[in-house]
């Protein structure tokens, strides 16, 4: 289904395409950067194993590696299925995932209240977490993610993490949490989705918000037309 702008939102359209394009991962990219957590508990794994053999005692901070690879796991795929924002995320408590009907409520801007749809993937990856999470004693009751002291975790928390993943995973774009954002809303009007529909999923007030992504998409057409 084709968007017919009216001449206003054309107007509006127009002004948002001079302004910076936001950065947006590929698919490949995406793929990349998802499995980093992976393959980082994959590496304390094997240390924690050898440290066992070893018979050490020193293996507590190999464990709080562990569990910060399945939260970082499950918080990366819940931005990449929701597109939620990171305000949004690290405010989420238990109360707040309902794994069976596969969506998380979110307190949004202007306090309003949403529920977004969350893929199997990002539900599997939610579902290990909580495992390991509900294991841990001294933990913020409330929050769905807690650091390895178990407080709610931060925001820079995940300003950090992201953007080392990224590199490690060869990206060498400026990865931030957003960028995950920018990147589902883009993927989304790749595969035909209506822009009404991308503006729903994000909840953008104005449909103006949402038409910045379809500059970028326009953009690679032009590029592929002209090549």
């Not at 104005?206 to 590029?223: E, G, L």
Request: proline share 2%; net charge positive.
């Amino acid at each position: 289904m084709s968007y017919i702008f009216s001449e206003k939102e054309e107007e509006i359209r127009r002004a948002r395409a001079k302004r910076k394009v936001p950065v947006v991962l590929t698919r490949e990219e995406t793929r990349k950067l998802k499995e980093e957590p992976k393959l980082e508990e994959k590496h304390y794994k094997e240390e924690l194993r050898k440290r066992r053999l070893g018979g050490s005692r020193w293996q507590t901070r190999i464990k709080n590696k562990i569990f910060n690879a399945k939260r970082n796991d499950a918080i990366l795929k819940l931005f990449y299925s929701s597109g939620i924002r990171i305000a949004e995320l690290i405010n989420l408590d238990l109360k707040d995932l309902n794994l069976e009907e596969s969506q998380i409520k979110v307190l949004g801007k202007g306090g309003k209240e949403a529920y977004c749809p969350i893929t199997s993937e990002a539900a599997r990856a939610l579902s290990v977490y909580l495992r390991r999470r509900n294991r841990r004693g001294n933990t913020d009751d409330s929050a769905l993610f807690i650091t390895k002291i178990g407080k709610r975790v931060s925001k820079r928390d995940i300003q950090r993490f992201i953007p080392r993943y990224a590199r490690q995973a060869g990206i060498k774009k400026k990865v931030t949490p957003h960028t995950l954002r920018h990147s589902i809303a883009t993927h989304l009007l790749d595969q035909g989705m209506d822009l009404r529909y991308v503006q729903a999923f994000l909840r953008h007030a104005s449909i103006s918000s949402t038409q910045i992504y379809t500059s970028r998409i326009q953009y690679k057409a032009k590029r592929r037309v002209s090549i």
